[in-house]
T-cell receptor, first 118, second 109 residues
């Protein structure tokens, strides 16, 4: 199946700093990528849909100025958590859909990034 | 609103069979997915149903009834490594994945 790589796997940062998370589709071009957040023992919550070459679409309640998304190429989307606070500590996961493959209906996930803000 | 229901937690014995149910109410339907998620890891794809019936893939099978808004994931010959959360997700009319909260499956020896 298609491969999506997410980096870093985990990061610890100080309160007030910014953190960038990268999501790459390694063997296909992803015009659309999705960013999720998952708190312990909870389901995946879609934060935003990232579209190559255009602005991301944010879900209700997600601050677009705090969670900056850039999808500059067909294989890379980035999520920057700006001015991070302890309540932003969570598991962030990206996914992409391969529109050309047999499994075009699937969402392929990155490995996830565990963010801890201290 | 859109809603996906699945049990919070289930317990089963190694070697046995377990069925995890999922009911959904969504605006449109473009397929139902089951994913496995181990603690601290990203979900991995298990199965996809878009037509009614049973899809079998090794020890795992998934069933769908669109008229009932119902699916189940059947796991046979349970192994300890099957201890994980199992997520049901439905793709709605906008092709957006709506996620259930997940079912934590505990396997006991």
């Amino acid at each position: 199946g298609a491969v999506v790589s997410q980096h870093p796997s985990w990061v610890i940062c100080k309160s007030g700093t910014s953190v960038k998370i990268e999501c790459r589709s390694l063997d296909f071009q992803a015009t659309t990528m999705f960013w999720y957040r998952q708190f312990p023992k909870q389901s995946l919550m879609l934060m935003a849909t990232s579209n190559e070459g255009s602005k991301a679409t944010y879900e209700q309640g997600v601050e677009k100025d705090k969670f900056l998304i850039n999808h500059a190429s067909l294989t890379l989307s980035t999520l920057t958590v700006t001015s991070a606070h302890p309540e932003d500590s969570s598991f962030y996961i990206c996914s992409a859909r391969d529109p050309t493959g047999r499994e075009s209906a699937e969402a392929f996930f990155g490995q996830g990034t565990r963010l801890t803000v201290v | 609103g859109q809603n996906i229901d699945q049990p919070t937690e289930m317990t089963a014995t190694e070697g046995a069979i377990v069925q995890i149910n999922c009911t959904y109410q969504t605006s449109g339907f473009n397929g139902l997915f089951w994913y496995q998620q181990h603690a601290g890891e990203a979900p991995t794809f298990l199965s996809y149903n878009v037509l009614d019936g049973l899809e079998e893939k090794g020890r795992f099978s998934s069933f769908l009834s669109r008229s009932k808004g119902y699916s189940y994931l059947l796991l046979k010959e349970l192994q300890m490594k099957d201890s994980a959360s199992y997520l049901c997700a439905v793709k709605d009319s906008n092709y957006q994945l709506i996620w259930g909260a997940g079912t934590k499956l505990i396997i006991k020896p």
